[in-house]
C-alpha cells in the first residue's frame, strides 16, 4: 500500500514538473485569443520559420511574436484559405485597423470593438476578420472616388500609398491605365506560382511593361488588405523607398486572390518616371 502511494505521488510529481516546462508544440487550430483576435500557432510557424528559428513553436511566444511584430510586418494569423477560421469568428486586432472610425469613437478594447461589431457592424456591412471580407467576395470601397479601370483594393494603396508621398512633400503618382496597371496585373498573377522579380520565364519584371524608362517594382504576399501591405512595404527599406522615389510619377498597382495557394493574397506595384 506504501509503494502504491508512492508511486501516485511521483506520478503527480513528474505531471505537474512536464505542465511546469515550456512547451515546444504549436497548437494545432486557430482560437480567439484573450484579445479576441484569431491566431493558428500551428500555421504561424509552418508559415514563418524565419520566426520559429528564433522563437520557437510554443504557441504564447509565437503569438507574442504575431502581436509584437508580426501584425506590422503584415504576417497572417491564420492561413489565408479561411477553411480554419469560422466566419462568425470576431478578430479585434483586424476590426480595429480596418474601421478606425470605430477606434476613434469607441478605443480598442476587445470587448468593446466585438460588442460594436454584434450591435452595429453586421447591419452595417462590415466584418468580423479578414478572411470573411475575403471569402464574402466583396471588397472595400476606396476612399476616393475609382478611377477608370481599377479595382478597389488598387484604388485604396494606391490613396495611401499617395497619402505616404504628401506626407514629406513630394507629388501623388498617377493611375498608369494602358502601361503600368495591366503589367503590374500580369505580374500578380505570375507572383501566385512564382515569388521573385524574375518572371517565370527567367526575364526581367520590367518586361511586363513597355518602354519602361526609369522603373521600379515592389512585392508581396499574403497580406490580406490593402492597409496590411502597405504597412509591410512601408516598413521595408528597399520597398519604401520605391515609394517615395521622386524620380517617379507614375504607378500601376496589381492584386489577386488566389485561395488555396501558400498565401492567398498577392501584391504588386510598378513605378516610372
Not at 505531471?15 to 511546469?20: G, M
Request: proline share 6%; with cysteine.
Amino acid at each position: 500500500m506504501k509503494k502504491r502511494s508512492f508511486l501516485l505521488i511521483i506520478s503527480a510529481f513528474l505531471l505537474a514538473f512536464l505542465v511546469l516546462i515550456p512547451g515546444e508544440s504549436a497548437s494545432a487550430a486557430a482560437k480567439v485569443m484573450p484579445d479576441g483576435t484569431v491566431f493558428d500557432a500551428s500555421f504561424y510557424a509552418s508559415a514563418y520559420p524565419d520566426v520559429v528559428s528564433v522563437f520557437g513553436t510554443s504557441e504564447d511566444m509565437l503569438y507574442f511574436h504575431y502581436t509584437v511584430c508580426g501584425k506590422a510586418e503584415g504576417r497572417l494569423a491564420v492561413s489565408p484559405s479561411g477553411s480554419q477560421v469560422q466566419t462568425g469568428d470576431f478578430d479585434a486586432s483586424y476590426y480595429a485597423a480596418r474601421y478606425p472610425d470605430v477606434v476613434a469613437a469607441l478605443g480598442k478594447d476587445p470587448s468593446v470593438l466585438k460588442l460594436h461589431y454584434e450591435l452595429f457592424g453586421k447591419n452595417e456591412g462590415r466584418f468580423a476578420n479578414a478572411y470573411q471580407e475575403a471569402g464574402a467576395g466583396q471588397k472595400p470601397q476606396a476612399s476616393a472616388p475609382a478611377l477608370s479601370g481599377i479595382g478597389t483594393f488598387e484604388q485604396q494603396v494606391l490613396d495611401i500609398c499617395n497619402a505616404e508621398r504628401i506626407k514629406i512633400g513630394l507629388a501623388p503618382l498617377s493611375w498608369d491605365p494602358s502601361n503600368l496597371a495591366p503589367g503590374a496585373a500580369v505580374r500578380a498573377q505570375e507572383i501566385t506560382t512564382y515569388f521573385s522579380h524574375t518572371r517565370p520565364d527567367g526575364s526581367s519584371c520590367f518586361t511586363a511593361v513597355k518602354n519602361p524608362g526609369r522603373v521600379g517594382e515592389n512585392i508581396a504576399a499574403g497580406q490580406a488588405s490593402p492597409q496590411a501591405v502597405m504597412n509591410s512595404w512601408m516598413n521595408s527599406q528597399g520597398h519604401r523607398a520605391n515609394i517615395l522615389n521622386p524620380g517617379f510619377a507614375k504607378i500601376g498597382i496589381g492584386h489577386v486572390y488566389a485561395p488555396g495557394t501558400t498565401y492567398g493574397h498577392y501584391w504588386v506595384q510598378m513605378f516610372s518616371s
